[in-house]
């Protein structure tokens, strides 16, 4: 099981629609992913450790470094295919390289 976290500025409506649209297109691209919603403020260093991808809006400032791949789903939410599929397939290609 891959985790991923997504995250955006209220967490909840941008990051679940991230969320869902992940999740639909990994498991048709056949892998098994799990994807939490999140607020960017209430992410720390301890949470982003029990993930295998980062995917928010946009790339945040934290405070701190992040360790995972990091992948701006902010394309997603425009629903148009030119513009979503490049960040699935980023998403898949920061899946292969975890070799779960």
Excluded: W
């Amino acid at each position: 099981m891959i985790k991923i976290l997504a995250a955006c500025g209220a967490g909840i409506n941008s990051s679940h629609q991230i969320k869902t649209a992940i999740e639909e297109e990994m498991s048709n691209r056949g892998y098994d992913v799990s994807v939490d919603a999140v607020i960017i403020k209430d992410i720390t260093e301890d949470m982003v450790k029990e993930y295998d991808i980062f995917t928010p809006i946009s790339t945040p400032q934290l405070g701190f470094e992040i360790d995972l791949p990091i992948i701006e789903a902010g394309p997603i939410l425009y629903r148009i295919p030119s513009m979503s599929e490049p960040v699935f397939d980023e998403v898949e290609e920061a899946i292969k390289t975890l070799n779960k």
